[in-house]
């Protein structure tokens, strides 16, 4: 366990560095506060290890240049948004062009056709919906897997993150396996802990015990654990989770919005998961607003019936600027040009050529650190082996380190993942990008022994 007060000290004097080397982020960061909620547009913003913001003035490929004119390599990506660069060629193209044509008609575009043929191509499944981000898409999938199944209860992994669904923002109680409303949700008043169940990662006895009370509609959950750390499924627990669902009648939902990243279709794709709801957004689009959940024919058969057997009204599903032509129009560039071999053949090559270098720098210091790999997507870990849940990051957590190797970092010219020590490799990072990460994580190294 490093020194706390080593580890204090470089962090001031990091943030030191930072407050020399930019000062035009200061100064907007303190004139922002006049009309933005701690000043700035996403309080989340406000989440990154630095004394203020990085205000960016422009992004291209996998760099990015703050209002300083400092030029950074982004391994954050938008935290997987920019998956595939900032602002791809062919996607610029095709926004530009559909903007002079219309923005939104809340009627189908003439490429809804294409568009639902390449969805199709790229991940597998036949039926299609749009929505604007995923934390949407996947309240819709939620109302639709408890319209047609009729049950009530959601069940979800302790650790999972779903975007700004108030149904998964609860917390599992490790002493007594309950269900928590979380602490930190904000305005809280309606009881999702009432009907939501949280089991463990990785543990198929605790997963069949709350799918064996026969009233959850569905599972809800990504391949792998990606907001709490990166953790990966242990080896067959996939296909054991699947006959598990289909056993006690309750749907498979799989949210690639962060696995996306792990092969072309995805993790699901890639590992024949058969979900029965696959939810994507964030990357899909390259980083316009969008999100996309596909669905089996089957399940296209019994949405029809539920909403067929409803009264007229709005569903509660859908929002009138879902599937508008500018949406489209990037989509079907995204899909064309982005989700492609062409793509991720380089970044799964170089993320593996990152996780190479990083495992060997450890093993030289002899840290008890690990890295994780998804992909084209890596998690620094502070820990001795790869989490097997939640609970087991937590247990391991080293908040102050993690911190000082942020901002360590972003003072020379990297950006990781601010809410962990994520890193995503895009078809547009080069060698020299990761040779630079390198050469960066060797200083801290240095500086963590001096």
């Known amino acids: 366990m490093p020194d706390p007060r080593h580890i204090a000290a470089l962090q001031q004097a990091e943030r030191e560095r930072f407050i020399a080397t930019h000062p035009q982020s200061l100064a907007l960061a303190q004139a922002a506060q006049v009309h933005y909620l701690f000043g700035v547009p996403l309080h989340w ?136 409303p979380r602490p930190s949700v904000l305005g809280q008043v309606h009881n999702h802990a009432a009907f939501t169940r949280v089991v463990p990662f990785n543990d198929l006895p605790a997963l069949e015990a709350a799918l064996a009370q026969g009233d959850v509609a569905c599972l809800l959950a990504e391949p792998a654990l990606t907001n709490f750390g990166l953790v990966p499924p242990a080896p067959g627990f996939w296909d054991a989770a699947r006959d598990l669902c289909r056993r006690h009648g309750a749907l498979f939902v799989c949210d690639e919005t962060h696995t996306i990243s792990t092969a072309l279709g995805g993790y699901a794709r890639a590992h024949a998961l058969e979900p029965d709801f696959l939810v994507v957004g964030k990357a899909v689009a390259g980083g316009l607003p969008c999100a996309v959940y596909g669905f089996t024919a089957e399940m296209a058969d019994r949405m029809a019936r539920a909403k067929d057997a409803a009264p007229e009204g709005h569903s509660g ?87 000082l190797t942020h901002l360590f970092m972003l003072n020379r010219g990297v950006l990781l993942t601010p809410f962990h020590s994520m890193m995503l490799v895009s078809p547009t990072t080069t060698a020299q990008d990761v040779a630079q990460l390198l050469q960066v994580f060797d200083a801290l190294l240095t500086a963590l022994a001096a």
């Open 317 to 403: 599903i859908g929002t009138t600027l879902s599937g508008n032509p500018l949406t489209l129009a990037a989509l079907q560039a995204a899909l064309t040009h982005l989700h492609t071999d062409a793509s991720y053949t380089p970044m799964l090559a170089l993320a593996e050529r990152l996780e190479t270098g990083l495992r060997e720098r450890i093993a030289r210091a002899a840290k008890p650190w690990t890295v994780t790999r998804l992909g084209a997507r890596l998690e620094l870990q502070f820990m001795p082996h790869t989490p097997r849940d939640a609970q087991d990051v937590r247990d391991h957590a080293q908040a102050g380190l993690e911190a």
């Open 45 to 180: 913003m406000r989440d990154w290890p630095s004394p203020a913001a990085l205000f960016v003035r422009e992004a291209q490929g996998a760099s990015l240049t703050c209002v300083d004119g400092l030029r950074h390599t982004d391994f954050c990506l938008g935290d997987t948004g920019a998956m595939f660069g900032h602002s791809p060629a062919p996607l610029a193209q095709a926004i530009a062009l559909q903007a002079a044509q219309g923005l939104t008609c809340m009627l189908p575009a003439a490429n809804a056709v294409a568009v639902g043929e390449g969805l199709a191509r790229v991940f597998g499944l036949p039926m299609w919906q749009l929505a604007l981000t995923a934390s949407d898409a996947n309240r819709f999938v939620l109302r639709w897997a408890r319209a047609i199944t009729r049950r009530p209860q959601l069940l979800v992994f302790d650790g999972c993150y779903h975007g700004a669904v108030d149904d998964t923002l609860v917390d599992l109680d490790p002493a007594t396996g309950r269900t928590l």
